[in-house]
């Protein structure tokens, strides 16, 4: 029974995700995070537009506390903008991008936009980038193509750290599904090595220091026998 009604909570979550996000548009939101607290439900909504998501005088904010009112059947729904300072690093707001710009500008400009993004994601200082789309591009037949560039990790603990999110684009061949993992520079990376211009120093002078031992060494000594 404890498993039926947690596999029900979760249908329900997902399904106030989906209506949040189809109500506010897509490239609006990042992510939708659900909290319950002994006050009343908390929704928090994180995005890099807040203005368009909370509207004039809070319009918005007062139609999206309606919907979970009357269609999910919330007693006191309360929410909660979080805005995402730096939308480059953030895969879900750069995959609605991607997926906006296909449905926009077509599937034929599929490359100038998947570089487009790469680029800018790269230059915000991500640390690694992979883009992946999957659909009819540019033919009639569906085909993988994959953009990346940086340091990614695709393995082990370090992994979890990668930000990985998906949208789909509805263009006129077809559906294209588009995959985004970015590697912020904000993320502590145990086996990562950075070198500083004092260790560079230290480096420098350690290898003169060897270079003299290894001088002295071979050197003839002072005092030998003549022959």
């Known amino acids: 029974m404890e498993e039926r009604k947690t596999v029900q909570l979760k249908k329900e979550e997902f399904a106030i995700r989906e209506s949040l996000k189809n109500y506010l548009g897509k490239g609006k939101v990042s992510r939708v995070i659900i909290e319950y607290t002994p006050v009343g439900e908390k929704i928090i909504i994180s995005t890099h537009k807040p203005g368009l998501v909370i509207g004039r005088k809070g319009e918005k904010i007062e139609e ?3 919907i979970l009112k009357t269609k999910f059947k919330m007693e006191n729904p309360h929410i909660e903008i979080n ?11 750069m995959a609605d991008e991607i997926a906006l710009g296909l449905e926009r500008f077509g599937p034929l400009r599929f490359k100038v936009i998947a570089y487009r993004a790469l680029q800018k994601i790269i ?5 690694g980038v992979e883009i992946r789309l ?18 990614l990790k695709k393995t082990g603990e370090p992994a979890k750290l990668v930000d990985r999110a998906q949208a789909r684009a509805e263009t006129k061949p077809g559906t294209v599904g588009i995959k985004v993992s970015i590697l912020s520079p904000h993320v502590v ?8 211009e004092e260790l560079l120093k230290k480096l420098k002078e350690n290898s003169k220091k060897n270079i003299h031992e290894i001088i002295k060494d071979k050197a003839p000594k002072k005092g030998g026998k003549k022959k």
């Open 64 to 66: 999206m506390t309606n």
């Open 83 to 93: 805005e995402v300072l730096e939308p480059e690093f953030d895969a879900q707001i």
């Open 123 to 127: 230059d915000a200082g991500a640390l």
């Open 134 to 151: 999957n659909g009819k591009l540019p033919s009639s037949r569906a085909k993988s193509w994959r953009f990346a560039q940086g340091y």
């Open 189 to 196: 990376m145990k086996d990562r090595i950075v070198v500083t």
